[in-house]
């Protein structure tokens, strides 16, 4: 198919931006970068072949970040695909926050993330701060592959990826990360299909009020954060007050807005 013809089947299939994602699957298709598609010689077949199997795959609704097998995240590129989540530009206020309270990045932090997925959190946080080390803990061995090919890559040494649900985790840390599920379950219908199709259900589903995950971390939290420690959780919209309340053990210092000005992260320290 024509590229014109790609953009309409993208359009077609209810793609947001779909001539700027036509654009970057051509390059994939192509092997070069997206501004170079503009000036490129026509397709060959088989490059073509690629491209159609590619825009075919999109107009599926199959994430863009698992097509091309990239996501960035903080500025850096992470490996993605089936049984991962992708990447939120949202998550990155978790980052920023962990910047807000700890403002020397020379500092030797103990970090760890709670249900890691990718690696995206811990592996942009121990970039912020190089002298830090890190757990991540993943339950899914899908996700744990796609976070040790992450660490491996991005902060070789540094990290360590463990398969392990939250309930094995262990040790004492200045500072501790969550992006929970926290959708509530009859809400998993409503998502887009990008999401409620081929993400995975277990990084999403947060139980019948979404608030399961964050009941566990309200038992888990106080035992492995170091006095004075942090705790830096991600919230679904509208769930900042009522989440607060099931952390009786640990002191709110702030709740931070993402960009779009949605209560993103929840901030906790241990008296």
Do not use: C
């Amino acid at each position: 198919m024509t590229f014109d013809e790609a953009v309409g089947r993208l359009a077609a299939a209810g793609i947001d931006n779909p001539r700027a994602e036509a654009r970057l699957l051509l390059a994939h298709a192509l092997g070069i970068g997206r501004d170079a598609t503009l000036t490129a010689p026509p397709p060959t077949p088989r490059q073509a072949a690629a491209f159609d199997a590619l825009i075919a795959r999109r107009a599926a609704r199959e994430p863009l970040a698992y097509i091309t097998g990239h996501k960035e995240f903080w500025s850096l590129d992470f490996a993605v695909g089936p049984g991962v989540l992708v990447p939120r530009p949202d998550t990155e206020t978790l980052i920023e926050e962990a910047i807000r309270l700890h403002p020397d990045r020379a500092l030797p932090l103990a970090i760890a993330d709670l249900g890691t997925g990718s690696g995206a959190i811990l592996i942009a946080a121990l970039k912020e701060f190089p002298n830090a080390t890190g757990i991540g803990f993943e339950s899914s061995p899908h996700a744990h592959a796609w976070a040790r090919r992450n660490a491996e890559a991005l902060v070789p040494g540094r990290a360590e990826i463990r398969l392990a649900d939250w309930s094995a985790a262990d040790g004492q840390f200045d500072l501790v990360f969550s992006n929970p599920p926290y959708i509530p379950s009859a809400e998993i219908a409503t998502l887009e299909a990008e999401v409620r199709v081929y993400e995975p259900r277990a990084a999403l589903d947060g139980g019948t009020d979404g608030r399961d995950a964050y009941r566990a971390l309200g038992r888990l939290l106080p035992g492995l954060l170091k006095k004075s420690g942090h705790a830096v959780l991600e919230l679904g919209a509208g769930q900042a007050g009522t989440v607060e309340l099931l952390f009786p053990h640990l002191r709110p210092i702030r709740v931070a807005p993402d960009l779009a000005g949605i209560a993103r992260a929840l901030v906790l320290q241990k008296p």
